[in-house]
């Protein structure tokens, strides 16, 4: 069974430290996404990445960062937590075949207090 | 600019009625693809469906079906004889050229079925 996992579930951190949330994929797929989702606002897109190394701003970049090192896993980084950055956040990675067909993880709740 | 709009927030049923979610959706490419994922209390999001712009051709899968229709940008599920086990979020998305084919969603729809 295909699988996208974020490292924790629940998260706790105060403002201004530095958060990095992991996702890791094993479906060998060339794309993956950082999404974060808000009640009424439904998903919007930090950053993704097409390729190792490769990073592409989304939607909303600011206050966050990306590194993918290697294909299979695709790192968020919060520099320096804020309050406004409590949310759920969602990895989510697609193959290049073209379908577009995203493969979600199960999310990280991010508390900043 | 691309957008989806789901404008109904929450839906409350009752089991076995039908219902339909409305998603509509904006923009100016020719090559799109329109999505629908569910979204269950465990958090994880779930692909439902893909339709390309070319093929405005109802699907149905079981309880489930979808009525594409270009004229009015629309991409509606409805949900026959719904089921407690329906009880979810349902998010429309939309995928195109301009954007570089990232998906963006819609706000989400809170579909509640009552025993």
């Known amino acids: 069974d295909v699988k996208v996992t974020q490292s924790s579930r629940y998260l706790v951190k105060r403002t201004g430290e530095k958060v990095f949330l992991e996702c890791v994929q094993d479906?060998?797929?060339?794309?993956m996404f950082w999404y974060r989702q808000d009640p009424g606002l439904g998903l919007r897109l930090i950053y993704f990445?097409?390729?190792?190394?490769?990073?592409e701003k989304g939607d909303i970049p600011e206050g966050y960062s990306v590194s993918r090192e290697k294909k299979e896993r695709f790192s968020l980084i919060l520099e320096s937590a804020s309050t406004n950055q409590t949310s759920m956040y969602l990895c989510?990675?697609?193959?290049?075949?073209?379908?577009?067909?995203?493969?979600f993880g199960s999310g990280t709740q991010l508390s900043v207090l | 600019a691309q957008k989806v709009t789901q404008a109904q927030t929450e839906i409350s049923v009752v089991e076995k009625e039908d219902v339909t979610l409305d998603c509509v959706y904006e923009?100016?490419?020719?090559?799109?693809?329109l999505f629908w994922y569910k979204q269950p209390p465990s958090g994880e999001l779930v692909f439902l469906i893909r339709?390309?712009?070319?093929?405005?051709q109802n699907e149905i899968s079981g309880r489930y079906s979808w009525n594409f229709q270009k004229s009015t940008s629309s991409f509606n599920f409805t949900i026959t004889a719904s089921q407690v086990v329906d009880s979810a979020v349902y998010f429309c998305?939309?995928?195109?050229?301009?954007?570089?084919?990232?998906?963006?969603f819609g706000a989400g729809t809170r579909l509640f079925v009552k025993a």
């Open positions: 998305a939309l995928s195109g050229w301009t954007g570089g084919f990232k998906t963006i």
């Open positions: 923009t100016r490419d020719t090559t799109y693809y």
């Open positions: 339709r390309n712009s070319f093929d405005e």
């Open positions: 989510a990675s697609s193959s290049e075949d073209g379908d577009e067909k995203l493969f």
């Open positions: 990445s097409y390729d190792v190394k490769m990073k």
């Open positions: 479906m060998d797929h060339e794309n």
